[in-house]
C-alpha cells in the first residue's frame, strides 16, 4: 500500500530535489525552521524545533519570563513537526532545485500544539466539519511595490516603472500602471503557476505602485498555505528586479493602507449547497447569523487581524478602511461586505484584517466568529445603506493596547481556541508593543525636539 510519506518521496524524487525547506509559520507568519538535504528529510521524516520558535516576537524577543514558564516547559523542550504532504511547493527562485514543505506541530505524546497557528485554524475547521459544513474562502491580498531602502528611518518612496518614472496620483484600477511593472509580475506569475497556486486577478490599488492579487475560493487551509508561500514568493520577485514588495499594513504616510480582504461562504457537505441561501434565494437565518457572529466577536478577535501597532494606522479617520462592523449589501464603506451574488454564491466579504495579518490566524478567526454566530442564533444589525464610514454604534478598538485588553479578557474565545493559545499570543503582541515604545519616533523629533 502506497503511503503519503511515499507520495511525498516520488514527488521530491521525480523533481530531482536536493534541499528542503522545512517549516511551520510563528505566531507573526514568519516561516521559521531548518533547510534540510532531501535524503536527510526523508530519513527523518520530519524535524524537531524548540517550542520556544512560537512565543518569538518579530524582534527575535521573548515574552517576560513569568508567562514563558507559565506556558513553555522550563527545559526548553523540542516540540515534533510532521511534513504535510498535501502542502508541498517548489522554491522556483533557489538556486539548486528545492522544495518548500508546512509542518504540523506535536508535543512528544502526539498531541496538536496549542500555540501553533496551522493547528488553530485546524481547530476551527472541525468546528465546522461536525456540523457537517465546509467553510470557503477567498482571500484578497494588497502589498506596494518600493523602492528598496537601506536606512529604517527613511520613508519609503514609490519605484521606478518601465517609463523610468514613478508614479504619480491615484491609479485604482489603471492597467498601465500595473504594466510598469510588467517583467516583475511576469516572474511572479510564472514562479506562483510552478507552486500551484490558485492566483486570480492582478489589480492596481489607489497607492502608488499599491497592488492587490486575489485567490480563487477554495479551502481555508490550502489557502492559508498559499498566502504564507505567495508572501515570500512576491518579495523574491521584487528583489530580483530591484525593489521590494511589502505587506505592511500602513508602509506610507498618507496612502491608503494594505488590506487581506476575506471571501467567506459556508457550503453542506453532503449537499453541497450554501447555507447562506434558501431554497427561493433569499438570505438564510444561518448566513444572517453567521454575520451576526462577526459583528459581536470581531471587536473581541481584533488582534489577530490587526497584529501589529502598524496595523491601527490602517483605521485612522479620512482613511478608505471602514473602522467598523456594519454590514450592507454591495457597500465597500463598511466592514462586512456582501458582494452581489447568485444565490450559491452568496458570501460575506470581511473587510478588516490587515495585509499584515497572519493568514492562518486571520482566516481562523474569521470563520470562528461567523461559527459562533451560526451556533448561538447571533442576530445583526440592520445593514447599512449608503456611507457607512461615519458609523461610530459598531466602532473597533483604535489601538492596539484596547484591542489586546478585550482580546485577553474574552472568555469565549478563550472557550474556543483555548487559554493558553490567548494567553501566548497576548503575551507576544505585548512585548512587541514594549519594544515599540522605547523608539523614539521622527515626529517627536521633528515637533518636540526644539518647541517644549
Not at 529604517?152 to 484600477?173: I, N, V, Y
Not at 459583528?295 to 467598523?324: C, G, H, W, Y
Amino acid at each position: 500500500m502506497t503511503t503519503k510519506l511515499d507520495q511525498l518521496t516520488s514527488w521530491l524524487k521525480e523533481r530531482k530535489i536536493t534541499e528542503v525547506e522545512c517549516l511551520i509559520s510563528d505566531l507573526t507568519g514568519i516561516a521559521r525552521g531548518k533547510i534540510s538535504p532531501t535524503n536527510k528529510f526523508l530519513d527523518e521524516k520530519g524535524m524537531r524545533l524548540p517550542e520556544s520558535v512560537l512565543l518569538q516576537t518579530v524582534t527575535g524577543d521573548y515574552v517576560e519570563d513569568d508567562i514563558y514558564y507559565e506556558l513553555l516547559d522550563p527545559a526548553d523542550i523540542d516540540m515534533f513537526c510532521r511534513p504535510d504532504e498535501n502542502a508541498v511547493f517548489l522554491v522556483p527562485w533557489a538556486i539548486e532545485p528545492t522544495a518548500l514543505v508546512i509542518h504540523d506541530t506535536f508535543d512528544k505524546m502526539g498531541n496538536p500544539i496549542e500555540l501553533s497557528p496551522r493547528n488553530i485554524l485546524k481547530k476551527v475547521l472541525k468546528l465546522y466539519s461536525d456540523k457537517g459544513w465546509q467553510p470557503i474562502v477567498a482571500p484578497e491580498m494588497e502589498f506596494y511595490l518600493t523602492k528598496r531602502c537601506e536606512d529604517p528611518d527613511f520613508p519609503l518612496q514609490a519605484p521606478l516603472g518601465r517609463s523610468g518614472r514613478p508614479e504619480t496620483g491615484r491609479q485604482s484600477f489603471s492597467i498601465d500602471a500595473a504594466n510598469e511593472f510588467d517583467p516583475l509580475f511576469e516572474d511572479m506569475y510564472d514562479w506562483c503557476e510552478s507552486q500551484e497556486l490558485d492566483l486570480d486577478t492582478l489589480i492596481h490599488e489607489e497607492g502608488p505602485a499599491q497592488m492587490e492579487i486575489n485567490f480563487r475560493h477554495g479551502e481555508p487551509l490550502s489557502l492559508a498555505d498559499q498566502i504564507l508561500v505567495f508572501k515570500r514568493t512576491m518579495r523574491e520577485a521584487a528583489l530580483k528586479h530591484n525593489v521590494a514588495a511589502t505587506f505592511m499594513a500602513k508602509p506610507i504616510t498618507d496612502e491608503p493602507g494594505s488590506a487581506m480582504h476575506l471571501h467567506q461562504s459556508v457550503v453542506d457537505v453532503k449537499t453541497g449547497k450554501n447555507i447562506f441561501s434558501n431554497e427561493d434565494g433569499t438570505m438564510s437565518e444561518l448566513f444572517l447569523h453567521h454575520v451576526g457572529g462577526l459583528q459581536k466577536f470581531i471587536p473581541e478577535v481584533l488582534p489577530l487581524f490587526a497584529p501589529n501597532v502598524n496595523s491601527f494606522r490602517r483605521f485612522l479617520p479620512d482613511t478608505s478602511a471602514p473602522v467598523n462592523v456594519e454590514w450592507g449589501e454591495e457597500n465597500r464603506t463598511v466592514g462586512l461586505r456582501v458582494p452581489d451574488s447568485n444565490p450559491q454564491n452568496r458570501r460575506v466579504e470581511n473587510r478588516l484584517a490587515g495585509a499584515d495579518a497572519n493568514p492562518y490566524l486571520a482566516i481562523a478567526a474569521s470563520l470562528l466568529c461567523g461559527y459562533i454566530g451560526m451556533v448561538e442564533g447571533i442576530k445583526p444589525s440592520a445593514q447599512v445603506k449608503g456611507r457607512g464610514y461615519e458609523r461610530r454604534n459598531l466602532r473597533l478598538p483604535l489601538t492596539l493596547e484596547a484591542a489586546l485588553e478585550r482580546m485577553e479578557n474574552c472568555q469565549t474565545l478563550q472557550k474556543y481556541l483555548s487559554p493558553k493559545f490567548v494567553t501566548g499570543y497576548v503575551a507576544v503582541k505585548r512585548a512587541e508593543h514594549e519594544n515599540f515604545k522605547r523608539v523614539i519616533s521622527s515626529w517627536e523629533r521633528e515637533f518636540l525636539l526644539f518647541s517644549v
